[in-house]
């Protein structure tokens, strides 16, 4: 089985090779492939993830490439996790819009919006490239706005499931608390990418919610950065991007006092690339916890297994509507438990969404339209009017001005523009 990531130079790499290396019984991976653009990184991250490989007695073999016709030729399924425009470009996402008294996030708002108009394209051109060259190949969605690059995917037709990491981030974390195996824990996930919620943490079918509430609520309020409150206000576990919803003003003046995420990240990145230029390092060093993505490799392996193997079971990915919520489009993309196997993704059947959640979902899937519409297309108006759409800006004179720096700020990554 050959298994492409485009992005391989990711300092997030060795923790999916890692994932790769332990689960040789599900994925049985002869050829890993990692192409970069970056020769430099793609060095150091391609040494360690052939250390690892061979440290836990793994078969296959890792190959670095640049080239991407080569790296997709023949692939089973091509992962995706590239940052057009690196750490760079997302610190300004997340510093221009404060400018504006708007929240600056790499998958929402303003700065959300920039990183998908940076990003369709390129992701677009790959899967073209895919498709060209092996058809028959899955083409699996790591790269941010995951929601929106997904359906950008399936807007082409291609073969493709969107994938977040927050879902088993959450089954992990509830596991923990009621010491149970992750395995025996389902949930209840309904929303958008970066815009969902935890109705129900069944184990034996039984809802736990009420006993996490009640035992584990101080774990939940620091993991969240909400009260404790808001959280049984709601009977439900929010992600923690509904933060920037729910507290936005909050949320704005924070980041005006601190480092941008890119920043530390830039910082930490640094640092992971000198430990993996050791020749001794064989494994993925305890430092790369704090890179995010936590659980990523699992969720990628189980989802390329599943996707592969015709195995039927259910994950949360982010697929198709198709009726799944009836007050969405059926071509809008949501993130659900879906069973899954050689055809894909099938949403399985979705309690009715309360109006509290559901006019949010509502919303940021029409922004969603508007900014698919203005990533493939191009033009200012179509930014504006994705702006003025979002429920985090929505006033003319604010839409203006980010539309103003966004494209200031990125004319290098839009023609267009």
Not at 8 to 21: I, K, Q, W
Not at 213 to 234: C, I, K, Q, R
Not at 292 to 314: F, K, P, T
Request: proline content about 6%; charged content about 20%.
């Amino acid at each position: 089985m050959k298994l492409t990531v485009v992005g391989g130079g990711s300092t997030y790499t060795p923790e999916l090779v890692d994932g790769f290396a332990r689960l040789t019984d599900s994925l049985p991976v002869s050829e890993l492939v990692l192409v970069d653009p970056d020769a430099d990184r793609l060095e150091l991250v391609g040494g360690l993830a052939r250390r690892i490989f061979a440290k836990q007695g793994h078969p296959g073999r890792v190959i670095t490439t640049s080239d991407l016709d080569a790296g997709i030729d023949g692939a089973d399924a091509v992962l995706l996790q590239l940052r057009v425009g690196g750490q760079a470009a997302r610190n300004e996402d997340e510093t221009w819009p404060l400018e504006c008294g708007c929240v600056g996030q790499e998958t929402t708002g303003a700065g959300g919006l920039a990183k998908a108009l940076r990003t369709v394209p390129v992701v677009l051109d790959i899967a073209e490239r895919v498709r060209r060259t092996n058809p028959d190949a899955w083409i699996i969605d790591f790269t941010n706005p995951v929601g929106i690059v997904t359906r950008a995917l399936l807007s082409q037709g291609h073969k493709a499931v969107g994938l977040c990491n927050v879902a088993i981030g959450f089954q992990r974390r509830f596991a923990a608390m009621l010491g149970v195996t992750p395995d025996q824990v389902s949930l209840d996930h309904v929303g958008l990418n970066h815009l969902t919620w935890e109705r129900a943490v069944r184990v034996n079918g039984e809802d736990m919610l009420p006993k996490l509430f009640a035992e584990h609520m101080s774990e939940l309020t620091d993991d969240l950065y909400l009260p404790a409150e808001v959280l049984l206000h709601l009977g439900v576990v929010p992600s923690y991007y509904l933060r920037y919803y729910y507290a936005h003003d909050e949320v704005v003046q924070e980041l005006l006092t601190k480092p941008s995420r890119a920043a530390e990240v830039a910082a930490l990145e640094k640092q992971l690339l000198e430990m993996y230029a050791d020749p001794m390092l064989d494994e993925k060093p305890a430092l790369l916890e704090q890179r995010g993505g936590a659980y990523y490799s699992e969720a990628a392996v189980a989802l390329a297994s599943s996707l592969l193997n015709n195995i039927g079971d259910v994950q949360v990915v982010n697929a198709l509507n198709n009726g799944t919520l009836p007050f969405l489009p059926d071509d809008a993309v949501i993130e659900v438990p879906a069973t899954i196997g050689a055809e894909g993704p099938t949403p399985e059947p979705v309690a009715p969404l309360e109006p509290l959640y559901a006019g949010l979902v509502a919303h940021v899937t029409a922004y969603e339209d508007l900014a698919l519409e203005a990533a493939i297309k191009g033009g200012s108006e179509r930014v504006f009017e994705a702006l003025l759409a979002h429920p985090l800006v929505g006033q003319i004179s604010i839409a203006r001005e980010l539309t103003d720096r966004l494209l200031a700020h990125n004319k290098t990554y839009l023609p267009w523009a």
